[in-house]
């Protein structure tokens, strides 16, 4: 079984300052990591994702992520945010491919609001 | 075209209407999938097509029913759904990575449907 946490549901944080969105992941087996934003009223878009190769991922929008295994973190940083990064950010996983079904569990989520 | 397509965008029936959400893609995406998200929550998943055949049922309730007509299209017929049904329904597609073991597979989400059940 897999899971994720998201260990801040609300962060606030002033225009251009930097911001960190914290994701802990438990799986038994290889996993795949992403982040999805989710703007207000709309569906989820996808800002980046890890799936092998460097652990340092970056993503649209400024944002980049960075794959820990022996933490079994994928943290989410953007070094200057703007009023339009005031969404709700889900960190998910996927585990190893021929599961069944290659379910995406998702984090409870972390809602990220701007302030000018 | 890289987008999923949901309509209607916002849906409000009664407890004894009959009403379908559609999705669609043009992406040539064999994997499709119907989240449910509730207020405040992570998106919760109902249901997976691959090539057209139900592949995952998460124990959804029968009042819910989906549909997968072709390769481009998923349907979520609903029936008899009670309030607390009332939330985001989204769709989702991907490529089928799983099955010939060669990568993840990244969905592509739509923008979602609202449903309100009165």
């Known amino acids: 079984a897999q899971s994720v946490t998201q260990l801040d549901s609300q962060v606030p944080v002033f225009e251009e300052a930097p911001v960190e969105l914290r994701c802990n992941y438990s799986?038994?087996?290889?996993?795949?990591l992403f982040w999805y934003v989710q703007y207000p009223n709309q569906g989820l878009q996808l800002l980046l994702k890890y799936l092998s190769g460097s652990t340092l991922v970056k993503g649209i929008n400024g944002f980049e992520a960075e794959f820990n295994k022996s933490q079994t973190s994928f943290h989410l940083r953007k070094p200057s945010v703007h009023i339009s990064d005031t969404a709700e950010y889900f960190c998910a996983v996927s585990g190893e491919i021929k599961a069944a079904g290659n379910k995406l569990t998702f984090g409870g989520g972390t809602r990220v609001l701007v302030k000018p | 075209d890289t987008e999923v397509t949901q309509t209607p965008k916002h849906l409000v029936m009664g407890m004894t209407n009959k009403k379908s959400l559609k999705c669609e893609q043009h992406?040539?995406?064999?994997?499709m999938y119907w989240y449910k998200q509730k207020a405040k929550k992570p998106p919760e998943l109902m249901f997976v097509?691959?090539?057209?055949?139900?592949?995952i049922n998460e124990s959804v309730p029968s009042r819910f029913s989906p549909e997968c007509p072709n390769s481009s299209l998923l349907n979520l017929h609903l029936h008899a759904l009670q309030p607390e049904d009332s939330a985001l329904y989204l769709c989702?597609?991907?490529?089928?990575?799983?099955?010939?073991?060669?990568?993840?597979?990244?969905?592509?989400f739509g923008a979602g449907s609202r449903l309100t059940v009165l």
């Open positions: 992406m040539g995406h064999r994997a």
């Open positions: 989702a597609s991907s490529q089928t990575r799983w099955l010939l073991g060669t990568g993840a597979n990244v969905l592509t």
């Open positions: 799986s038994s087996v290889s996993v795949y």
């Open positions: 097509y691959s090539y057209e055949k139900l592949s």
